[in-house]
């Protein structure tokens, strides 16, 4: 099980979750924070053959963000070392 760390917007409010994820399942729950107003939703997202399916909210772009990042990790972690030539 891989976990890391990411922000996502919710209702335009930066939120740091914690995600855990595997290749079928990730959980992102969010940080504390007491002096948020809003409470940040927990996310279940579950891999189908038809793409992440996103549980936890409503909200079409908290939805694209969670894909995205999931998407990203899909890919592998980013190379170590990068050079560019003059």
């Known amino acids: 099980m891989e976990t890391f760390s990411t922000v996502l917007f919710v209702n335009h409010a930066p ?5 855990q994820c595997d290749n079928e399942r990730a959980e992102l729950s969010p940080a504390e ?3 948020r107003k ?3 939703p927990r996310i279940i997202a579950e891999k189908s053959p038809a793409g992440w ?3 936890g909210t409503d909200n079409p772009e908290l939805i694209r963000q969670v ?3 999931l998407q990203l990790t ?3 972690p980013a190379p170590v070392f990068m050079s560019a030539a003059p």
């Open 15 to 19: 939120v740091g979750y914690r995600v």
């Open 38 to 40: 809003d409470v940040a």
């Open 33 to 35: 924070n007491p002096s």
């Open 53 to 55: 399916q996103v549980q």
């Open 67 to 69: 894909i995205s990042e």
């Open 74 to 76: 899909e890919r592998g």
